[in-house]
Structures are given as C-alpha cells and as structure tokens.
C-alpha cells in the first residue's frame, strides 16, 4: 500500500514536517524518507526536463513512485504524445496517471491511444466509465474494479478520522488491484492523517 501526498513542495509544511532551516531544494529528499509516493500536479511535471527529472531520480529510492495528476477535460488539446514524452523522462519511478474525476466521466484525454503502453491510467471515477486499459475505483472508495494494477482512493480535504482511514484502506486492500495508493491533499492537516494511514496500513498488514 502507497501513501502519498498532492505534491510535495509546500511552504506551509515548512516547519511543521520540513525542518525550518531546510532548503527548498531537500524538500523531495525529506519527503521521500517518510512516504512511498507522491502524486505530481499538472504544472509539476508539464515542463519537466531531463535534468530535472534526474534530480527527481536521484533525491529518491527505488522503491518509490510518482503518480502524475492528468489535465482536464479543459486541456484536452494538450498533445497527448508529448505529455507521453513527459512521463517517459520519470523511467522506472513512474508509477501511474491520476485524474480526479469525481463522479463525472474522466477526460477524454484519458483514453487515448498510447496511455496503457506506458504506465496504468488510474482514474477515480464512477464505475459505469470503465474502460479496459485502465484500472478504476470509485470516488467513495466502494466500487473499485479488479484483479487490475492499482486501485486508488483520495482523502477528503479536511480532517479524516482513524476509523474512516481503516475503512478506506480496508476497501483498497479487498479491491483486488496488485497495488492500493491512497493520496490526500496538501494542506498541512494531510501529513498528519497520511502518518495515521502509515500505522494503520502496517497494523493490517497491507
């Protein structure tokens, strides 16, 4: 089980998970020798560069993944083969794609040719979407389709509570997907419930 938070480079944690004097530069570093995963938003990773994405590389282990956030439907003229090229620089550490679709039907951009090739397109969206080259669960976390590659499953923005996050993981862990990513937000109340996820998911045994 993969836990992650919505980006890593965030002010506000500064001081409350970042220690105070450290540079902005070790932030990805930190954050990678505390969880597994991360997911990258959209203006994270549009503009990656090779270097940039060896640095990604080297400021983290082996066994951990980038999830990288899809555009929108609204961006949809975006070159599906260049952000293909995109994703291709983050090599072995690219774990999936993720778009938050709640229950609408996932962007179009999400289904074109290509994607599965790559790396498993992981949408959070309503079951009636599914589609063969991806792996879905639903939005609350109760219909996630399997055996697949990866079943995914967001916090909410505010405060979770333990037994809601057992539940959640619980329900990742029956999905019957070869890998569960749980993701929260990036307020500082996530680094908090993603260190309870941590413990609970251990305890379990997931």
């Known amino acids: 089980m993969r836990i992650g938070a919505y980006g890593w480079d965030h002010d506000r944690w500064q001081g409350r998970f970042y220690p105070d004097d450290l540079p902005g530069d070790w932030r990805l570093g930190y954050y990678a020798g505390e969880f597994s995963a991360v997911v990258v938003p959209v203006p994270d990773w549009l503009g990656l560069t090779r270097e ?3 640095e990604w590389r080297d400021d983290t282990g082996e066994d951990f993944r980038f999830y990288l956030e899809l555009p929108s439907e609204e961006a949809a003229s975006i070159d599906p083969g260049r952000l293909l090229a995109l994703a291709a620089l983050v090599g072995e550490r690219l774990g999936g794609f ?3 679709s709640g229950c609408e039907p996932p962007p179009r ?15 959070i969206a309503a079951p009636e979407y599914a589609d063969e080259r991806v792996d879905i669960c639903s939005s609350d976390g109760r219909s996630c389709r399997g055996p697949g590659r990866l079943a995914i499953r ?18 990742l862990a029956a999905s019957g997907a070869g890998e569960g990513l749980l993701w929260c937000g990036r307020e500082p109340d996530a680094l908090e419930m993603m260190h309870q996820a941590r413990v609970i998911a251990d305890l379990l045994g997931v």
């Not at 599965?116 to 397109?121: G, Q, S």
């Not at 916090?155 to 329900?171: D, H």
């Open 109 to 123: 951009i999400a289904f074109g040719a290509g994607w599965a090739e790559l790396a498993p397109v992981c949408l």
């Open 154 to 171: 967001r916090c909410t923005g505010s405060r979770v509570e333990s037994r809601a996050l057992r539940e959640m993981l619980e329900l």
């Open 98 to 100: 993720v778009a938050d």
């Open 52 to 54: 940039r994405a060896d």
